[in-house]
């Protein structure tokens, strides 16, 4: 038998349990007393106030990680909403300022455990809420499902279903039956027609546990500029024939009209849940395979596996504050050079070499396709002060000491891991004066600040940006500076 790794709960339980605070990154805390002590349950996705059933994940002596169930009884805080919840959403009935204390408080702690700033609270500049709290999202993707869920009966039922998978299932769908309030209203008050047609072929969705059918996903994406709609319909190969690809986009001009850009078809034969297979192929059938997207006044491209900044109207607010701080010090940026890391489509080097007409900027990404777009959406913007290079940040440095002492300012936005350690060795070693380090992870960002200042950079500015409203989602700027600079 195996041995109990504490006194109060199993790997597999279902608890329930009151969820007392809060900590960064959604995480609800719960706690169980007995006469051995104290345990703490976390369970993300909740709040103060619930009373939630969730399952025990992963254990240590002194806590739990669980997976929630279902939310048994409501916070006091929460109100009613018009719109269907969805697990994307679990702060939706929360009032939006009441997300942003909890955002901010939890953020705050995160660099004073974490990065060992205790005076974090004297360096916060703003908190940047997002222009738009319900509908500001700018691409969705749809499952389809063989598995829905009786939310009367509590259990999975064979039914097509077509919207998102069940909070803490991987094979359960949940069909949308009316707008969410993240992504476009007309979009998903239509999606239970868009459902219908699909169910009256007689083609299978997709079925998870057997890892078969027809009908896989719906991912569509939105240009607030233009008010258009891209669709991609993911299916697999099998009964393709049977399929008319082209009355289907036919069906969705009738309910669409002008604001349908264009229908793509995408072929995934592979068995994992995921959107865009690697050996799948991807074909236009009806209109453009792109739309176009409006960013501080540069417009960019975007296809339907371009990566571009889900809530537009937010990114605003977030890259106007990255050339705030990285303007801050003009003397760093003028007649010098600005190394913009992880650079993606290079959005951040083009508005900032919009703005200031003497930098040089150099964007690096290991995504060849990202640096592809970068160079084509500087060309139509008519920038011409960045440079684009393909190349892992490590090496690209190492390949390129004549930068070495004469970088003012480093832009840093990587992905969600944050920057190896062996990578920010480097990128200290280039001695630049000020750095801004965007990051859709704080907690990874709060690790590798205080690497930053064992080198000597000091945080001299941080600014917090809800990017997703009624997630637990948060991106912090942080403006950082050598400790010896005038």
């Not at 993606?344 to 919009?354: D, E, H, V």
């Not at 965007?438 to 590798?448: F, L, M």
Request: proline share 3%; net charge neutral.
């Amino acid at each position: 038998m195996a041995r109990r790794q504490n006194k109060f709960v199993k790997r597999g339980e279902v608890l329930e349990i009151q969820i007392e605070d809060y900590a960064f990154g959604g995480k609800g805390i719960g706690r169980l007393n007995s006469e051995d002590g104290q345990f703490v349950i976390f369970v993300p996705n909740t709040l103060p106030g619930q009373y939630v059933k969730a399952q025990v994940k992963k254990l240590s002596k002194t806590y739990a990680e669980c997976k929630l169930l279902e939310v048994l009884k409501r916070s006091e805080d929460e109100v009613e909403i018009p719109y269907q919840e969805i697990p994307g959403a679990p702060y939706i009935k929360l009032p939006i300022e009441k997300q942003h204390a909890y955002k901010k408080q939890s953020t705050l702690e995160l660099f004073k455990r974490i990065g060992k700033v205790q005076d974090i609270e004297s360096l916060f500049d703003e908190f940047i809420s997002s222009p738009g709290t319900f509908h500001y999202r700018n691409k969705m993707e749809y499952a389809f499902s063989a598995i829905g869920y009786n939310h009367e009966l509590k259990t999975d039922v064979d039914e097509f279903t077509l919207g998102f998978k069940k909070r803490g299932t991987w094979w359960c769908g949940d069909d949308l039956k009316q707008d969410s309030g993240l992504f476009d209203k007309q979009v998903e008050d239509k999606l239970k027609l868009i459902k219908v047609y699909c169910k009256d072929t007689g083609l299978a969705p997709w079925h998870g546990p057997k890892k078969e059918g027809f009908f896989r996903y719906l991912v569509v994406r939105k240009s607030y500029k233009t008010d258009q709609l891209l669709f991609n319909l993911v299916t697999t190969s099998h009964d393709l024939s049977e399929f008319d690809l082209q009355k289907f986009a036919e069906f969705l001009v009738s309910h669409f009209g002008d604001r349908l850009a264009g229908l793509l078809h995408t072929t995934n034969d592979e068995t994992g849940d995921r959107t865009i297979a690697t050996t799948g192929a991807v074909k236009l059938i009806y209109g453009e395979d792109k739309i176009v997207e409006e960013l501080l006044d540069l417009h960019f491209e975007i296809s339907i596996k371009s990566f571009f900044q889900t809530n537009p109207k937010s990114a605003e607010k977030l890259y106007t504050k990255v050339i705030e701080y990285a303007l801050e010090r003009k003397e760093t940026i003028d007649n010098s050079i600005v190394l913009d890391l992880f650079c993606g489509t290079g959005t951040i080097g083009q508005i900032l070499a919009s703005k200031s007409e003497n930098a040089q900027i150099v964007g690096v990404d290991i995504v060849e396709s990202a640096i592809v777009n970068a160079r084509k959406n500087a060309e139509r913007n008519g920038i011409e002060g960045v440079k684009f290079h393909t190349a892992d940040v490590g090496k690209f440095l190492k390949e390129h000491p004549k930068y070495i002492g004469k970088i003012g300012t480093i832009i840093l936005d990587p992905a969600r891991a944050g920057i190896a350690p062996k990578t920010l060795s480097k990128i200290i070693d280039l001695n630049a004066q000020r750095m801004v380090y965007v990051s859709c992870n704080p907690a990874t960002q709060a690790r590798d600040v205080e690497q930053l200042a064992h080198a000597g950079y000091t945080i001299k500015k941080l600014s917090l940006v809800d990017q997703f409203p009624h997630t637990a989602h948060i991106e912090t700027v942080v403006l950082l500076e050598q400790a010896d600079i005038n």
